[in-house]
């Protein structure tokens, strides 16, 4: 586990933020009561208490043509040689993840852009998005092959071992991890990471 970098925050809370939420990939192992546990990309145990009223987003494979202009969307993307940056991911978004564009801890050199989609054009490649974002526009390259997902409503039973997951957890005073929203695969799909 990483420490999380905000997308895009006032400076004033960006440390305290930074330093109370930890973003969580994994495979489920678990679920005992409100208890979750994964194992962690890097082979450790990790334990993450889910709120009662907790939402579990199910992700579910979609299309470029399936999201319209104006959706806020997320894409981890890694930069070539030439600055051109190529998707790894893209995928909706709730209106609470703040927009912006960050490193990410995906892969050395990663970034993470949250954004609105302004347009989606053919390219040398495959297709390129713009995303926009307050403070600014990043132009992204999103290959054939590259996961395109979307999230639908599920619930606990979704929740199942081995299914993988992602969640931005927050580290409670007690050294706990909790959190309000998490992303599980289904059938072969996965949530971003």
Known sequence: ?????????????????AQSTVRVRGTIARLDGDVLTVKSRDGKEVRVQLAPDAQVAVAKATTLADIKPGTYVGSAAVKRADGTLVAKEVHTLP??????????????????????LEGVAQATGGQEITLRYKDGTQKILVPPGTPIVTFVQGDRSALKPGETIFTTARVEADGKLSTQRIQVSTDGVRPAH
């Open 1 to 17: 586990m990483k420490r999380v970098a905000p997308f895009a925050l006032a400076l004033v809370g960006f440390a305290a933020f």
């Open 95 to 116: 209106p609470q993840v703040p927009a912006g564009h960050i490193p990410w801890d995906l892969e050395p050199g990663s970034t993470m852009t949250n954004a609105n």
